[in-house]
């Protein structure tokens, strides 16, 4: 079968390996469609902090289950299914009060652990979630993006009623505006530089601008991960306001701190989903009203993974890139 591999920054490539087989407690997954995500440009890049090479990358898959090892419940077989991408031990404190998304040790198919950018992926079956009849399979491979923006605005208090700025309008930042006006946000704007993807935010019927004004919005998402777009948040917030942090961030940063004692900000960090989170995330992708369609920019054939990612690298005019296996 074919399989994505980054050997080592800046060189990918499809290479042939056996297919696997399930083993106990494991279902194979025949994958329909795999997103790339900006954390995966990182590791092509080489700048992902937490990986070592050869990297098989894979986490945001829609695809159907052709086969299953022993201690599999049997009517797993044939369903369409999206995988949820975080291993984590069960034992520290963290597991055991449920926020395993931060798990002491954490790890990610695609990252520390072999992900599914292949023909086949073998996987633990505890590790699927079991989509509704007719689920779009492109939607599907939107499951964990969405599922981080959900994370994101359950993590404090309602969106309901509040005034909404997120900054940064790539995959997360609009489907966290997306989500947030789902749960009736009263307003929600949507910031970033980048003259396609506001006009990508406009389409999705977002109300996109350049500049957030001061004191315009009680939560602020930043989803960018800069020093400038996290000052922007802190500086233009509300006093009292909440900002949360969704970012990446590959460098030290410095903020005023002054002001997040000063306005008595509340700065929360907000780390990948739990299983809650990626049912809300399937709940609200089944709702065909759901317009997220615009996401998605551009499809290419498994085969075509370097001319994929190359793509997704432009990232102006480039959402979210899929690869499409059969
Ligand atoms: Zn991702
Ligand atoms: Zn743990």
């Not at 007719?134 to 605005?153: D, Y």
């Not at 499809?299 to 102006?316: Q, Y």
């Amino acid at each position: 079968m074919k399989r994505v591999v980054i050997m080592q920054p800046h060189q990918l490539a499809v290479i042939e390996t056996p297919r696997p087989e399930p083993g106990p407690g494991q279902a194979l997954l025949k994958p329909s469609y795999i997103g790339i995500c900006g954390s995966d440009l990182h590791v092509l890049e080489g700048k992902h902090p937490f990986v070592s090479y050869p990297v098989y990358p894979g986490h945001e898959v829609s695809g159907v289950v052709c086969k299953l090892g022993q201690r599999v419940k049997r009517d797993l077989l044939g369903k369409q299914v999206v995988l949820e991408p975080s291993l984590f031990c069960g034992k520290c404190r963290n597991c055991k009060s449920g926020r395993y998304n931060i798990c002491e040790n954490l790890r990610v198919f695609g990252f520390q652990s072999p992900g599914a950018m292949g023909e086949y992926f073998a996987v633990a079956a505890d590790r699927l979630h079991v989509l509704p009849e007719g689920f779009l399979a492109t939607r599907g491979a939107l499951t964990e993006p969405s599922a981080v923006a959900v994370h994101a605005l359950r993590l404090d208090e309602s969106v309901k009623g509040r005034e909404i700025a997120v900054i940064g309008a790539g995959t997360i930042g609009l489907l966290t505006a997306l989500i947030a006006k789902a749960y009736g946000a009263k307003r929600v704007q949507i910031i970033d530089l980048d003259k396609s993807r506001l006009k990508a935010a406009q389409s999705l019927g977002l109300e996109a601008t350049t500049t957030l004004r001061p004191q315009s919005a009680n939560i602020i998402f930043e989803c960018v991960g800069l020093a400038a777009t996290l000052r922007t948040a802190i500086e233009n917030s509300r006093k009292g306001g909440t900002i949360i942090v969704l970012g990446v961030f590959g460098q030290e940063t410095s903020i005023p701190a002054s002001l997040i004692q000063d306005w008595e900000l509340r700065i929360l960090g907000s780390l990948m989903y739990t299983t809650p989170d990626y049912q809300e995330a399937i709940r609200l992708l089944g709702d065909p009203d759901f317009n997220v369609e615009p996401v998605i920019t551009h499809k290419f054939p498994l085969a075509d993974a370097n001319e994929a990612f190359a793509t997704a690298l432009k990232r102006s005019e480039v959402l979210k890139v899929l690869l499409s296996i059969n």
